[in-house]
């Protein structure tokens, strides 16, 4: 199991929401003891000189081996949090992703492999079990309560 650690730095990522039956996309977390400790929906750091859209599609297209499309605008979060002791620091650009049509269709689970071989394990999840007592937290902070500021806004 690799252990990971934040960057001693801040980082600009971009995450996308992907929703199937109202069911958000993320990739589980784990703690060093390999608990599952939260989710993340997929994404990552935006490289030097490539603009947010860019960056959120060519990490798709690396972990998942798709082409997305960004179906809205973004929102913007500052995430500070402690992971086994060590600080991290983010912008997190955030916007909603659809798949090519019948992309992972019936499946409940996509592994893929980071960069640094990690293997990772996406899955939906239905928000009402995220950031719960003895549930799962979803990350970055913050992302459940922006969620759910959108989906008054459109009502």
Do not use: C
């Amino acid at each position: 199991m690799t252990t990971w650690r934040p960057h001693p730095r801040i980082r600009v990522v971009a995450i996308g929401l992907h929703w199937r039956d109202g069911r958000l996309l993320a990739a589980e977390v784990r703690d060093d003891a390999g608990r599952l400790k939260g989710v993340r929906p997929l994404g990552g750091e935006i490289e030097f000189g490539e603009n947010w859209q860019a960056a959120l599609m060519r990490e798709f297209n690396e972990e998942l081996g798709i082409g997305v499309s960004i179906t809205s605008e973004p929102s913007m979060l500052e995430n500070i949090f402690m992971h086994e002791g060590s600080t991290g620091h983010e912008v997190v650009f955030v916007a909603e992703v659809a798949f090519p049509e019948d992309a992972f269709a019936g499946q409940e689970r996509i592994d893929f492999r980071e960069d640094d071989g990690e293997q990772i394990v996406a899955r939906w999840f239905d928000l009402a079990d995220l950031d719960i007592e003895g549930g799962p937290s979803l990350y970055p902070t913050g992302l459940k309560d922006l969620l759910r500021g959108r989906k008054s806004r459109s009502n």
